[in-house]
């Protein structure tokens, strides 16, 4: 199943992991509370393997599991 979303819900304390493991997707500006998914919903259901893995890898290694993501 490919993944169709990826969002942080509240809770995020701003480590920069995701961002670190998977810029493409994810960004936390510095000195920002806002963490923001640069994907589009179409972008993330064509998004090749590679990518997708990395993004499972960012929500995995989330350590306060803020990430979440839809499968189409």
């Known amino acids: 199943m490919s993944i169709k979303r ?15 493991l998977c810029p493409e997707i994810f960004e936390v500006p510095p000195g920002d509370t806002s963490r923001t998914v640069k994907g589009h919903e179409k972008l993330l259901v064509r998004a090749d393997l590679g990518l997708q ?7 995995e290694s989330c350590p306060v599991e803020v990430i979440e993501i839809d499968r189409a």
Request: charged share 25%; hydrophobic share 45%.
């Open 6 to 20: 990826v969002r942080i819900v509240e809770g995020c304390i701003s480590c920069n992991l995701c961002e670190d």
């Open 53 to 59: 893995a990395k993004i499972v890898e960012a929500v």
